[in-house]
């Protein structure tokens, strides 16, 4: 069992800076990729970053440049630094863990969400 703490979240001013983490805790086997997702209401879950055990990264179009994903292996935590926010940034932020289980399955995990709102 693997449990996942996300912080971070808030209101801040369009083109303020917010910075989430996410923490890994309990029965960890092998965690590879890290992932965050966002979803606003009445709209689709899109994924915005991903980085492998490696470190290299991934972005949607539309952060590239203002965004960036992190992790501290030794913490089990991933981060997600969000600059020059806008408005259309505004909705829950999930972060997603790609986990091995010690048979090697499949067992990903989902963290509860943290709220960012970006006002104009």
């Known amino acids: 069992q693997v449990q996942l703490v996300e912080s971070g979240g808030g209101l801040v001013q369009a083109g303020g800076s917010l910075r989430l983490s996410c923490a890994a805790s309990?029965?960890?086997?092998?965690?590879?990729?890290m992932r965050w997702y966002r979803q606003a209401p009445g709209k689709q879950r899109e994924l915005v970053a991903g980085i492998t055990s490696g470190g290299s990264t991934n972005y949607v179009d539309s952060v590239k440049g203002r965004f960036t994903i992190s992790r501290d292996n030794a913490k089990n935590t991933v981060y997600l630094q969000m600059s020059s926010l806008k408005p259309e940034d505004t909705a829950i932020y999930y972060c997603y863990l790609v986990h091995y289980g010690s048979t090697y399955s499949r067992e990903d995990f989902w963290g509860q969400g943290t709220q960012v709102t970006v006002s104009s």
């Open positions: 309990g029965r960890i086997f092998t965690i590879n990729t």
